[in-house]
């Protein structure tokens, strides 16, 4: 099993949620950790907390040229590159006749297009370090929620691409992954018009008992099992289910 301690480690979307926690946790396990996101106060304070270890580099992943910079800021703090992590995504939600053409682009092109050619754009780097890309898809994909249709469609397309690449990249030595995550709480559900951050944490704290385990998820869970897959390098085109039972259709009451 070959160890993040020393290797080079770039998370998009580093300054929230489950980005920051796999860049907390990469960066306590030894890794050279470069965090990218679109605000730059954000990715800021939580490379000052984690400390040397973690560069920054504010850029939007849809743009090319924030994506160049965000790998070359990776290469040159890490000496290379060894994992990419594209945690960096949106959220829009709507009912089916009300849904607008052009957020649904621009939603696809966060979710999918940005992290589809960051990892393009990667592939000489990790090819160099036989590297690995973690991806996120969604309990969104398994069960069926309201008015989430164009989120959901981002994560079905993104784990229906994890084969795919996992079959194009695998001859090159790379390897790709897909993580699954159920209820956990980031920022990503106040952009979905779940009110104050206060409120959209009470509403996803309302899922608890549907999940087996009887509660939500933390971003921390979900980093482990994205070390996990860093490290594990038989595991490739695997979509690894992290939602405590969310997906099984239960309810505890």
Not at 43 to 69: H, L, M, N, S
Not at 166 to 195: D, F, K, M, S, W
Request: one cysteine or more.
């Amino acid at each position: 099993m070959k160890q993040v301690a020393g290797t080079s480690v770039l998370v998009t979307g580093g300054g929230s949620g489950i980005g920051e926690g796999v860049a907390r946790l990469f960066a306590a396990r030894g890794a050279r950790v470069t965090i990218s996101g679109r605000r730059e106060d954000k990715i800021r304070k939580v490379a000052d907390d984690i400390g040397e270890a973690c560069a920054v580099v504010a850029g939007d992943v849809t743009v090319p040229a924030d994506r160049e910079r965000m790998l070359a800021a990776a290469i040159e703090h890490g000496g290379g590159l060894d994992t990419l992590v594209n945690a960096a995504g949106n959220m829009y939600r709507g009912k089916i006749d009300e849904l607008d053409e052009q957020q649904m682009l621009d939603l696809y092109h966060a979710n999918v297009v940005g992290p589809v050619q960051l990892t393009g754009l990667a592939m000489p780097a990790l090819r160099e370090r036989s590297g690995s890309v973690v991806v996120f898809g969604s309990v969104h994909t398994q069960r069926a929620f309201p008015g989430a249709s164009p989120y959901a469609a981002t994560k079905g397309a993104l784990e229906a691409l994890t084969g795919v690449l996992a079959a194009e990249l695998g001859p090159q030595g790379v390897r790709i992954n897909c993580i699954r995550p159920g209820g956990v709480y980031t920022e990503i559900n106040e952009r979905a018009g779940l009110g104050t951050p206060e409120q959209a944490q009470e509403r996803l704290k309302g899922l608890a008992a549907a999940h087996a385990i009887g509660r939500i998820g933390t971003t921390e869970e979900v980093a482990e099992a994205v070390l996990y897959l860093a490290e594990a390098e038989w595991a490739t085109g695997s979509i690894l289910t992290i939602d405590g039972g969310l997906s099984l259709g239960v309810t505890n009451d």
